[in-house]
């Protein structure tokens, strides 16, 4: 998957194409001039529309840097739909899920981990803070997890409000600080130890 391939295979029926276009031009000119540099006329020009049609969408630069990471995290789980197969193992469906995020995700267009830093605006945060977002992986999660209750796959005692949460600061953290050295080997092999031995430990079973 190309970077520039993200958004054109993610549906758009829903969105408004003019502020779509005005967050596509405002991420790559962020990433190539840095958020500081960058100016909304440089954002009206790239997109092809008129300065003042940015205030129809956005109030500020901050606020379409805002929208596109939200944006970018909800594509983005479109993308793990559509990518991720499905998994009778649950743990391992995680693993899955977790190891595409980490992987993928830099590849898309809203990427916005990188030109946010120096800006005061915490991306991370954003995710966390956005009921909608959480909803929407709890719901995309919601089935697989009960089966996986119900066969004993995994603790218990691990919600999935809380398994949600976990998800995503481990990937946000692995996508905030890579590590050179660290293969995709190591960190699967590292997510899998660590991460999924916690969901299969059962608090009820004598060690």
């Avoid at 969408?57 to 197969?85: G, T, W, Y």
């Avoid at 590849?107 to 966390?128: E, H, I, R, W």
Wanted: net charge negative.
């Amino acid at each position: 998957m190309s970077r520039d391939s993200t958004l054109a295979e993610a549906p758009r029926d829903t969105r408004a194409p003019t502020r779509l276009a005005i967050m596509e031009a405002a991420a790559i000119a962020f990433e190539k001039n840095g958020f500081q540099a960058t100016t909304l006329d440089d954002i009206a020009e790239a997109a092809g529309v008129a300065r003042r049609s940015i205030y129809h969408h956005f109030k500020s630069k901050k606020d379409i840097l805002i929208a596109a990471c939200i944006e970018q995290a909800q594509m983005f789980l479109q993308e793990v739909r559509n990518n991720v197969p499905a998994n009778e193992d649950f743990p391992n469906f995680v693993l899955d899920c977790l190891i595409y995020v980490i992987e993928e995700s830099p590849k898309s267009t809203l990427f916005m981990l990188d030109v946010s830093q120096g800006t005061g605006l915490d991306p991370v945060a954003l995710y966390f803070k956005n009921p909608q977002f959480t909803q929407d992986w709890i719901a995309f999660f919601q089935q697989p997890y009960d089966t996986a209750i119900t066969k004993q796959q995994i603790n218990p005692d691990m919600q999935l409000i809380k398994l949600v949460n976990w998800f995503g600061r481990i990937s946000t953290s692995y996508l905030q600080y890579p590590l050179d050295y660290e293969s995709k080997e190591d960190i699967r092999e590292t997510v899998k130890t660590f991460f999924l031995g916690a969901m299969k430990f059962n608090t009820y079973q004598n060690i």
